[in-house]
T-cell receptor
């Protein structure tokens, strides 16, 4: 069964360092997302990506964050200068239809980011 | 801001019991999705409900979408230890937004 895969599963970094989280969405999906979940809190939307550009982003997704799909298969989330409060589980998701049109989201297993 | 409140936050029951968990909002959603999340893993979609009043069944799980599309419930019949997990509801924001708004979840423990 097709699945969304994410790497690394866990990354520990120092405050101020750059981090890149990688995702391979399901191959025929068109919409890609990053969500995050701070320990004990809700899953929060960060950004959606369609047709090689950001289609929507939340207020969390500030200038420190960026996404790209460099080679047509990988979908990456970059945090330029990590802060302590960026520590969270980051989930990549993909869907065939847009989430706002009841497109079913398939989530990866997450990348746990710990910022020291 | 659209919010989804889930209750109860924690639920611990014995195998064989029935249970209902709730997902409520003051906002209208185009659809609601229910996910189950295991520790250290991503949410896995269980069902999507779209029409007000809709009822969907998935084996021992029954999902209902409120008539006004502001709330939903998940009922589990004869719970089993394998049902243990975090149950999340998530709603499609209206107005063409692509993001899902998640509730905080109900952590269910089914004891053998």
């Amino acid at each position: 069964e097709p699945e969304v895969t994410q790497t690394p599963s866990h990354q520990v970094t120092q405050m101020g360092q750059e981090v890149i989280l990688r995702c391979v969405p399901i191959s025929n999906h068109l919409y890609f997302y990053w969500y995050r979940q701070i320990l004990g809190q809700k899953v929060e939307f960060l950004v959606s990506f369609y047709n090689n550009e950001i289609s929507e982003k939340s207020e969390i997704f500030d200038d420190q964050f960026s996404v790209e799909r460099p080679d047509g298969s990988n979908f990456t989330l970059k945090i330029r200068s990590t802060k302590l409060e960026d520590s969270a589980m980051y989930f990549c998701a993909s869907s065939l239809l847009a989430g706002g049109n009841t497109g079913e989201l398939f989530f990866g297993e997450g990348s746990r980011l710990t910022v020291l | 801001t659209q919010l989804l409140e889930q209750s109860p936050q924690f639920l611990s029951i014995q195998e064989g019991e029935n249970l209902t968990v709730y997902c409520n909002s003051s906002s209208v959603f185009s659809s609601l999705q229910w996910y189950r999340q295991e520790p250290g893993e991503g949410p896995v979609l269980l069902v999507t409900v779209v029409t007000g009043g809709e009822v969907k069944k998935l084996k021992r799980l029954t999902f209902q979408f409120g008539d006004a599309r502001k709330d939903s419930s998940l009922h589990i019949t004869a719970a089993q230890p394998g049902d243990t997990g975090l149950y999340l509801c998530a709603g499609d924001s209206q107005g063409g937004s692509e993001k899902l708004v998640f509730g905080k979840g109900t952590k269910l423990t089914v004891n053998p």
